[in-house]
């Protein structure tokens, strides 16, 4: 064969009798009510999936609206945790000042009770040396009270010897 031949092509080479032409158009026939059942049965799944796919998709549009409702709730529940939380900061911030303010307030009253206690030992002090000025003048008034005592004098005189 050379590049300037072309050889024919058969149509049906194995066609050789009547009998195969029979035969061939029988199972020409059988492939064409196959193919009609084959066509058939995918027009079937071809429903079906329309149906599973309604479905399908009614499932998705409930699943959708319960992420939503979801989605919506948690925001709600991160909104309540975020209002407790700066709720908890106002009050802990609250209770620290009261705290730094009573704290405040016994450093203040300590001093005063130092200072009243350094007045106090002073005071005690003064009261002590007044009672004693007190005493001193008393024992002095007591004294003087008393009627004087002349003195005698004291004669030098030597016993008699016997």
Do not use: F, V
């Given at each position: 064969m050379g590049d300037g031949e072309q050889?024919?092509?058969e149509l049906c080479p194995n066609l050789?009798?009547?009998d195969d032409l029979v035969n061939r158009i029988g199972a020409l026939s059988v492939d064409n009510l196959n193919k009609d059942k084959v066509?058939?049965?995918l027009w079937q799944n071809i429903d079906e999936f329309g149906v599973n796919i309604k479905t399908l998709?009614?499932?998705?549009v409930v699943l959708n609206n319960f992420k939503g409702n979801q989605e919506a709730l948690f925001r709600n529940k991160e909104d309540e945790i975020t209002q407790?939380?700066?709720?908890?900061?106002?009050y802990k911030n609250k209770v620290n000042k009261q705290f730094d303010e009573k704290n405040a307030r016994i450093r203040d009253l300590e001093k005063i009770l130092k200072t009243i206690e350094a007045e106090a030992v002073i005071n005690q002090e003064e009261v002590r040396n007044e009672l004693m000025k007190t005493r001193k003048e008393f024992a002095l008034f007591k004294e003087s009270l008393k009627p004087k005592k002349v003195k005698k004098k004291k004669i030098n005189a030597k016993p008699?010897?016997?």
């Open positions: 050889k024919t092509r050789t009798t009547s066509i058939m049965g998709t009614e499932e998705n407790l939380k700066e709720a908890r900061a106002n008699a010897r016997a």
